[in-house]
């Protein structure tokens, strides 16, 4: 028996504009490459405008043809998500990936911490969903996407702030769904695992420089302690995120809204 090679899966996103905060490096950059290769138009978002200019400059090396802009602004201030509306006033699909984590015991976070949490994690998408949801539903099309985490329905109590903001995240995303009844427009939420970021490579430096252990010492406990339950066993790679996110920005993800879809290599021991 013979098979036709099949043709590659067109996500018809050839022409949409794609906002992705935090897309300097890990799962935000990961997923604005994943968009500039299906044809849409990106708009970086970040901190640090020399970053910024690299992670763009990372992003033609491997789509040259891409149409790629960058914003600097800082999405966790009311100033910086204005900044960034007034630079980009309409996008065809918004995904908040700017956030905030880090190890901390609950008795050591103070209020100002807990409120830097929140302003990163949760009030960046407010904002941004505040402004361009309305658009989305006037021309019937659009998409919003929230980065959770398996932390966010299993909490974990070495960084119970980072935990609740992205419950929070959970409740907003699926309130905003709510709002798209009957329309062409989704919003959802992915809730990656532990993920090979930079962000979480400079968490394991801290915890290696404390401890002594090399960073496969402080994976394998990892998978031994906090994530025992993981099926897969290993740290995901920021483009298997991606991946999930790109499909779920595309048209062909029309039936997936209010959700959140996991992408935490099983270890949340649930079946819904």
Same mark, same amino acid.
């Given at each position: 028996?013979?098979?036709?090679?099949?043709?590659?899966?067109?996500?018809? &996103? *050839? /022409?949409?504009?794609?906002?992705?905060? !935090?897309?300097?490096?890990? +799962? $935000?950059?990961?997923? =604005? #490459?994943?968009?500039?290769?299906?044809?849409?138009?990106?708009?970086?978002?970040?901190?640090?405008?020399?970053?910024?200019?690299?992670?763009?400059?990372?992003?033609?090396?491997?789509?040259?043809?891409?149409?790629?802009?960058?914003?600097?602004?800082?999405?966790?201030?009311?100033?910086?998500?204005?900044?960034?509306?007034?630079?980009?006033?309409?996008?065809?699909?918004?995904?908040?990936?700017?956030?905030?984590?880090?190890?901390?015991?609950?008795?050591?976070?103070?209020?100002?911490?807990?409120?830097?949490?929140?302003?990163?994690?949760?009030?960046?998408?407010?904002?941004?969903?505040?402004?361009? &949801? *309305? /658009?989305?539903?006037?021309?019937?099309? !659009?998409?919003?996407?929230? +980065? $959770?985490?398996?932390? =966010? #329905?299993?909490?974990?109590?070495?960084?119970?702030?980072?935990?609740?903001?992205?419950?929070?995240?959970?409740?907003?995303?699926?309130?905003?769904?709510?709002?798209?009844?009957?329309?062409?427009?989704?919003?959802?939420?992915?809730?990656?695992?532990?993920?090979?970021?930079?962000?979480?490579?400079?968490?394991?430096?801290?915890?290696?420089?404390?401890?002594?252990?090399?960073?496969?010492?402080?994976?394998?406990?990892?998978?031994?302690?906090?994530?025992?339950?993981?099926?897969?066993?290993?740290?995901?790679?920021?483009?298997?995120?991606?991946?999930?996110?790109?499909?779920?920005?595309?048209?062909?993800?029309?039936?997936?809204?209010?959700?959140?879809?996991?992408?935490?290599?099983? +270890?949340?021991?649930?079946?819904?």
């Amino acid at each position: 028996m013979t098979f036709e090679k099949e043709s590659p899966v067109d996500l018809q &996103l *050839q /022409g949409k504009t794609a906002l992705v905060t !935090g897309s300097s490096a890990g +799962i $935000g950059f990961a997923t =604005a #490459v994943g968009l500039a290769r299906e044809g849409a138009h990106v708009v970086l978002n970040g901190r640090e405008a020399a970053r910024l200019a690299a992670a763009r400059g990372r992003l033609l090396d491997v789509a040259p043809a891409a149409h790629v802009e960058a914003v600097t602004a800082d999405v966790a201030t009311a100033e910086g998500a204005e900044a960034l509306i007034a630079a980009v006033p309409s996008v065809d699909i918004l995904v908040n990936n700017a956030a905030t984590f880090g190890p901390q015991p609950f008795e050591d976070i103070p209020d100002a911490e807990w409120q830097r949490f929140f302003d990163t994690n949760v009030m960046s998408g407010v904002r941004l969903a505040r402004h361009y &949801l *309305q /658009g989305m539903l006037d021309r019937n099309e !659009g998409r919003i996407l929230f +980065i $959770g985490t398996d932390a =966010a #329905v299993q909490p974990q109590v070495d960084q119970l702030h980072y935990s609740v903001t992205k419950t929070a995240v959970l409740g907003l995303a699926r309130g905003l769904a709510e709002l798209t009844k009957g329309t062409r427009v989704t919003v959802n939420t992915v809730l990656p695992g532990p993920t090979s970021t930079e962000g979480v490579t400079g968490v394991m430096d801290g915890i290696a420089q404390h401890t002594g252990l090399s960073h496969d010492q402080i994976v394998t406990r990892l998978f031994e302690t906090n994530t025992s339950s993981s099926l897969l066993q290993r740290l995901a790679a920021p483009e298997e995120v991606a991946n999930l996110l790109v499909y779920l920005a595309s048209p062909l993800a029309a039936l997936t809204n209010g959700d959140a879809v996991r992408a935490e290599g099983g +270890i949340v021991r649930s079946a819904f």
